[in-house]
């Protein structure tokens, strides 16, 4: 066919389109002859188009019925800031034993402060992800109910007892202070060693729970 297209240019007055096909390559192309001048197109063989690859999507596992999702070091954290809780209580135990008054307020303001970060993280990245993981078991689940009630109680008497003594100025020397602040020292302690021996071991992957 190309030797034809070559006779071809030989006569002006003839117009004719030649088509031809490469196979080893695809290409295709044509060739007009009209009079002496040729016009000629080739098109390049195609590129494939770049494969491209899967995007990994994060899977984040949650609680069933929430968007809470499970903390590998939650628990490690909780017990860190229960260490930081008795740090304050013991810092507050240690001024008063010294007389030294005037340095109390200010440290139960902090451990105001402290205690109630804590409860509300664990109030929503622990309690609620629970209740909805354990649904399914009975038991745990009423458990889970009953410490997070207990710990709504506690942190209510005290909050109230560290915003009455935690303003400047507060009588931190009475018998009455010494008093409460010990019962408030023996209830934190047990509650901390029960959470940390009996409630936050439930605390796992939601994959690991037998859902409804």
Known sequence: MIGC????MQHASISHTFVFINKSDLSF???VIRGERMFGWFSKKK???PEQK????????VAPGTGISFKPDLIKKYSSDHQELLGLYGQVAEKLQQQEFSAIPALLKRLQDALRAHLLDENLNFYIYMQHCYKADEDNLELISEY???MTDIGRTAFSFLKQYGEPGADVSSAEFRSVFDQIGEVLTRRIDAEENYLYPLYRHPDEFAVL
């Open 148 to 150: 997070r009630r207990e």
């Open 54 to 61: 899967p995007v990994a999507v994060e899977v984040k596992s």
């Open 29 to 31: 192309g044509f060739v």
């Open 47 to 49: 590129n494939k188009a």
């Open 5 to 8: 297209a070559q006779q071809c």
